[in-house]
């Protein structure tokens, strides 16, 4: 399928959601919308905005690119190239898109983002993306290596004395010169780690252990992954923690079938930790759940209504005080695929349920 064949198919499926809305027409204009209609297009500038610079609309009979004359160029020749979208673009000091839309203004419009002349769409739209296609799954299997190989070079060169905002550096640095984007790290040094489970870096120093969390993102898609460092032989208490903590994580990944309800997984996993002697642990901190082209399409809970779907892409991330077991995977009949890896990290093998799985352990640097 090439990436023209993809687009036309996500094409299909949008009007098939207008058709069954009853609607005229759809807006959309967040990031992720765009990378998943457009097949790995960017529509930021800036690297935290949920929305980007410009509007996809899609009618019956048109697909429409709404932006300013500072973007259309870029647009036109490394976004859009071939793909059938007709650029409309404005003076950016005089753009109003409601205008641009000319006559498919008139009509009955969605959107992916609250608009006073549409009808708010998100749910619907986002849903389009779930299940993902195999030209979306090799892209993503990329970024996941990218992710895989820059918080295992990053847990490998850092050094106690380094602050927070240092090893973040380096992690973040790997990422963007592997040419994609870190949209989250996260640095926790000693006793950060036991006392946050969102450890945004500070200036303290590492002294013997540290969490790593990176969150990449290239073509729209975003890969989440944790791994633990610990400087010196850790203690005994840490490595059981850390070991039940892949325990519960096995029961995440190995539950998440296409089929399962996403209910049932968590109730699984609250066993789990029940099973390994943490059993309120999972109330100190989200578990993950649903993932793609937006950091969680949803968090999976004990009362979820959603289901797993075929090829659908998923990031939990158990964590028990002091340690965290964090990776990406696919759904896929047959269990799950793990999009990152170790890439040469240590691991331990934990068994759920018959089945044995390997899970990146903790480094001991």
Known sequence: M????????????????????DLEGVVLSTRANFAWLTAGGSSHVGL????????LVVTPGEQLLLTDNIEAG???????????????SAQWDEEDRR?????????????????PFAEDVSEGVSRLRWSLCEPEIERYREI?????????????????????HEIAGVLMG??????????????????????????IPTDRRLERHAMLVVGACKWGLGIS????????????????????????????????????????IFRRAVAAYDETGYADEWRLHHQGGATGYAARDYKGTLESEETVLEDQAFA?????????????????AGGPEFLSDAAGWPTLEVTYEGIALQRPDILVR
């Open 99 to 115: 205008a641009m839309l000319g006559a498919v203004g008139t009509g009955r419009l969605g959107a992916d983002v609250p608009l």
């Open 316 to 332: 939990w991330n158990p964590s028990i005080t002091g340690t965290k077991s964090e990776d990406t995977i696919i759904a896929r």
């Open 144 to 164: 996941g290596r990218i992710a895989s190989q820059a918080i295992a070079e990053t847990g490998r060169e850092i050094e106690p004395g380094m602050t927070e």
């Open 174 to 199: 790997k990422v963007f010169a592997a040419g994609a984007q870190p949209v989250v790290a996260l640095i926790a040094a000693d006793e950060r780690v036991q006392l946050y489970r969102h450890p």
């Open 48 to 55: 935290g905005s949920e929305t980007g610079v410009c509007w």
């Open 74 to 88: 870029r647009f036109k020749d490394e976004e859009i190239g071939e793909l059938p979208f007709e650029i409309r």
């Open 225 to 264: 992954a944790t791994r633990m460092v610990h400087f010196g032989k850790p203690a005994a208490d840490l490595r059981d923690r850390h070991r039940a903590c892949c325990y519960v994580d096995a029961c995440f990944n190995l539950s998440s079938r296409p089929g399962t309800p996403v209910s049932e």
């Open 2 to 21: 090439t990436r023209l064949d993809e687009v036309r198919a996500k094409l299909e499926k949008v009007r098939a959601f207008l058709d069954e809305r």
